[in-house]
């Protein structure tokens, strides 16, 4: 587990975005996965947005913030207004003035957005060897391949570069990130967490629930917008009907 938190600290610079490739090279094909949320009747599963938090929670955070996501948005996920409190109130904010004119910390509220892991981008810079580990609120909807290139990429980790490889000092060998070659070490480790629910923490288990959360996060209507549709295309066919049945009798009559 140390282990596991660590080298998401130190590679967090890099996760999803930045590191010396060749733009000539192609990455391997995406595998194709069958997700919950795909298709006009798709949806989230809440048993892999709450698996998918709690890795972002215990190995994305410590780098990577979700500046669009409020506490209070996690209800979505199913947390009771209770457990959003106690997961708000792990972290600080600055607020203020008061009533002397100054600015202080206080608990986090559920109505706060994520508070982000630096003060600043500058901080963010110094601490990760001055790459900007970028905000995952939207990274599913920034990256080409959306929570497939995501997955493909925590998932593509491999042990040695291929025969003929050469990779560079600090750099690893990932067939789907461009160039292949990535200076983020491998996050996921198998079994790296404690799932709460008891699910098997597979690299693929944990790649597939945190790249599900993070399409959440980037599409957090995406349910109310495919129910709305729905019931503007039953709507339609009902109007279609009325309408073709009332040219009918309109017509018949002029016949």
């Known amino acids: 587990m140390h282990r ?22 192609e990455t391997a094909e995406l595998p194709d996965i069958e997700w919950t949320f795909e298709g006009p009747f798709g949806h989230f599963d809440r048993a892999q947005l709450k698996r998918g938090f709690q890795v972002y929670r215990e190995v ?3 780098c990577h913030g979700l500046k669009r996501v409020a506490y209070r948005n996690l ?11 106690e997961i708000a109130g792990e972290y600080e904010v600055e607020d203020g003035p008061d009533d002397e004119g100054e600015m202080y910390f206080r ?12 003060p600043n981008d500058q901080a963010a810079r110094l601490a990760n060897g001055g790459a900007l580990p970028p905000d995952l609120s939207l990274i599913v909807k920034a990256r080409k391949g959306g929570a497939d290139y995501i997955h493909a990429l925590l998932a593509g980790y491999e042990d040695e570069a291929p025969e003929g490889v050469e990779l560079g000092d600090g750099m690893y060998y990932n067939a789907y990130f461009p160039g292949h070659q990535i200076a983020m070490p491998p996050p996921l480790f198998e079994d790296g967490i404690e799932y709460e629910d008891g699910t098997e923490a597979s690299i693929d288990q944990m790649a597939t629930d945190v790249s599900t959360f993070l399409a959440w996060t980037a599409s957090p209507e995406l349910e109310a917008r495919k129910r709305l549709g729905l019931k503007v295309l039953i709507f339609l066919v009902v109007l279609t009907g009325m309408l073709y049945a009332l040219k009918r009798q309109i017509w018949s009559k002029v016949h």
């Open 75 to 85: 209800a979505d996920l199913g947390f009771t207004e209770s457990e959003i409190a």
């Open 4 to 25: 596991f938190l660590i080298t998401a600290v130190t590679a967090a610079a890099v996760l999803f975005g930045a590191g010396p490739a060749s733009a000539a090279e």
């Open 107 to 118: 608990e986090a509220l559920a109505s706060d957005h994520f508070v982000p892991p630096f």
């Open 60 to 62: 994305c955070s410590s």
